[in-house]
Structures are given as C-alpha cells and as structure tokens.
C-alpha cells in the first residue's frame, strides 16, 4: 500500500514543530565538534583546503577526513535522535542505539550518506532515488536492531512509495543544494589563520543542523507510516501525531 504525501507532509510538520528546537541544538552541536575535532586533528589540511589548494571537490568528499569525522558524529547523534523521536512519537522505547551494533550503524550510515552526497551533487535523479530508497535506513538499524540488513529493509519499505518519497525528498534536497552551492565562500586570504577560518567555517555551517533535522523528522514519519501499514493499525494515519 502506498503512501499518502498529504499525511506525511500533515505529520512531518508537526513532528519538526515539536522538536525542531532541540534536534537543532544537537545537530549544531555535532557539526561544532567534527569541526572542531578536524581542525585540532588536520589544522594543515584545513587551512589548504579553506585557502583553495585542497583536492577537487570530487575526491574531497571521499578522502578529506572532515567528511568521515562529521559522518560519523552526526550519525551518532541522529541514532539517538531517533529513539528519542520514537517515544516522543507515541511508540515503546527502542532498544537502541545503546542496544544496538555500532558497527553496522556507523558503517552503512557512512557509506550511504557519501554515495547520496555523489548522487545529489553530480546527478541529482540518482540522489533522490537513493534518498528515497533508504529512508528509512537509520530507523531499520536503530529501531528494528537489523544490522546490515537494514539496507535491505530500507530498500524494501522504499520502492513500495518510490515516487512520493522522491517527490519528498526533493522539497527537502533541492533547497539544500542551492543554499550549499549559493552559500559556499570564496577562497580564504593569504594571510587567513587556522583560527579564523575555523571560526568561519562555525558560522558558514549554521544551515546543517536544520536541514539534518528537517530530515530526520521526514524519515521517522515515513518510518511510523510504513509500520502503520504493515501492521493491523487502528485506522488513523501519521497525520494524527500530537493531535
């Protein structure tokens, strides 16, 4: 049974209403620490790449150890994020991410946001399908405790809407890559110090907490609809959360 978009988009908004502020202190609090973890570890690296004398932006994604400090902190931040959302939402306590195996958490969560950052800078269709795909990922692998299956799981439960859930995504993923590449600031000065830029690259980051939370509420209203669906249900929707 497929999606009703009217119903996400109805419960989406009033789960991010309800927890927009705390999701947001988290996600910016996480994006501080792998920014600041990167430029304690790579101080170097940081000031080449900020000065515009790193690798192409291609292969930056992928060996530019930023980008696997800030995956793997906002990955554990948004586990949490999850379970706490889930009994927010009206559900038992998860099991996770405590419960859970870290491992496959932090390692398919890691390998899905690099190949959905390729597919959305580079060829936006495939981004969305892969986003849609694997909505419900991270909830498979905290909620469920599916491990590596939980790719599966998510590919699963995300062709049965694909449509809608890309149609989704792309009214969050959209307005993200045009903010990212409308925002992205020009080379630093020569004579820039490591503290400046870091400084600068605080203030520059401001935009991630919110769009990570706009997408984890997206994904754990998906993830509560399509358990309302598999299940025998009570006859509402996703649309009644915090009626």
């Known amino acids: 049974m497929s999606l009703n978009p009217l119903a996400i988009l109805r419960g989406w908004t009033r789960l991010l209403t309800a ?3 705390w999701l947001y202190v988290e996600f910016l609090a996480a994006n ?21 004398s790193g690798p192409a932006i291609g292969l930056s994604m992928f060996l530019n150890p930023y980008t696997i400090i800030a995956s793997l902190i906002f990955t554990a931040v948004a586990a949490g994020a999850v379970k706490r959302l889930w009994m927010r939402m ?22 899905v946001d690099h190949l959905l950052t390729v597919g959305i800078l580079f060829l936006l269709i495939p981004g969305l399908l892969l986003a849609a795909l694997t909505t419900t990922l991270l909830p498979a692998l905290v909620i469920e405790r599916r491990g590596w299956g939980a790719l599966s799981r998510a590919c699963e439960m995300g062709q049965r809407s694909l449509l809608v ?3 989704l995504w792309a009214g969050v993923l959209v307005p993200w890559l045009l903010i990212l590449l409308g925002t992205a600031p020009p080379p630093a000065a020569p004579s820039a110090t490591v503290t400046q830029i870091w400084v600068e690259s605080l203030l ?14 997206l994904t754990m209203t998906v993830y509560a609809e399509m358990q309302r669906l598999e299940g025998p249900g009570d006859g509402g929707d996703v649309s009644d959360i915090f009626r």
């Open 19 to 21: 927890n927009i502020l």
């Open 165 to 167: 859930l890309m149609f």
């Open 204 to 217: 520059s980051g401001l935009y991630d907490p919110a769009f990570a939370a706009v997408s984890l509420c």
């Open 90 to 111: 009206g559900h038992d306590a998860a099991p996770g991410p405590f419960g859970a195996a870290w491992v496959p958490i932090l390692g398919v969560s890691f390998l």
């Open 32 to 52: 501080a620490a792998a920014t600041t973890l990167y430029f304690l570890l790579f101080p170097e690296q940081a000031l080449g790449m900020a000065k515009g």
